[in-house]
T-cell receptor, first 113, second 111 residues
Framework: RKEVEQDPGPFNVPEGATVAFNCTYSNSASQSFFWYRQDCRKEPKLLMSVYSSGNEDGRFTAQLNRASQYISLLIRDSKLSDSATYLCVVILYSGGGADGLTFGKGTHLIIQP | NAGVTQTPKFQVLKTGQSMTLQCAQDMNHNSMYWYRQDPGMGLRLIYYSASEGTTDKGEVPNGYNVSRLNKREFSLRLESAAPSQTSVYFC??????????FGSGTQLSVL
């Protein structure tokens, strides 16, 4: 059974600090990985893709470690507006349609002034 | 630029009542989805439609039916609501499976 796990947190981090959290997946055949952001009482929105070579977008860096089967998200110089829940998504293209897409339960991040 | 539009935003039902959640997207996407989100459970797929005229069950389909009315619209129906269906419901669409666009959600309470 596919399984994607995240530390639910909350991670309480002072403004300006660097924070990182991981998402582990159990199926080694998983092929695509993403981070979504969800603000309180809002819909999830795609934050960034995770490539084997890593992916950086401003203060955000996403990495994939296939050997250990996890993806990571690092946020540098954290802002109050980064407070949100971060969901990882793992996709296994098995021809089974949307069943191959699995969301983690999310990591709750709180940036404190 | 509406994206994915869900209605209603809030709904309170009594046990046994029925209702339909509406979803429409204007991005010409082939795939549409219905998820529910509960505290501590994350997003769970209820039903999925890869294209107009096709629907498939997801992880938690019991108690729900769906209709892919056309390429734009994908509705979710609760025939006889139960308290266990109290949740936040999200509709989503995508062209490629990777990038899902979500509606703003429906908060449903079943008393």
């Amino acid at each position: 059974r596919k399984e994607v796990e995240q530390d639910p947190g909350p991670f309480n981090v002072p403004e300006g600090a660097t924070v990182a959290f991981n998402c582990t997946y159990s199926n080694s055949a998983s092929q695509s990985f993403f981070w979504y952001r969800q603000d309180c009482r809002k819909e999830p929105k795609l934050l960034m893709s995770v490539y084997s070579s890593g992916n950086e977008d401003g203060r955000f860096t996403a990495q994939l470690n296939r050997a250990s089967q996890y993806i990571s998200l690092l946020i540098r110089d954290s802002k109050l507006s980064d407070s949100a829940t971060y969901l990882c998504v793992v996709i296994l293209y098995s021809g089974g349609g949307a069943d191959g897409l699995t969301f983690g339960k999310g990591t709750h991040l709180i940036i404190q002034p | 630029n509406a994206g994915v539009t869900q209605t209603p935003k809030f709904q309170v039902l009594k046990t046994g009542q029925s209702m339909t959640l509406q979803c429409a997207q204007d991005m010409n996407h082939n795939s549409m989805y219905w998820y529910r989100q509960d505290p501590g459970m994350g997003l769970r797929l209820i039903y999925y439609s890869a294209s107009e005229g096709t629907t498939d069950k997801g992880e938690v389909p019991n108690g729900y039916n769906v209709s892919r009315l056309n390429k734009r619209e994908f509705s979710l129906r609760l025939e006889s609501a139960a308290p266990s269906q109290t949740s936040v419901y999200f509709c989503a669409s995508s062209e490629l499976q990777e990038k899902l666009f979500f509606g703003s959600g429906t908060q449903l309470s079943v008393l």
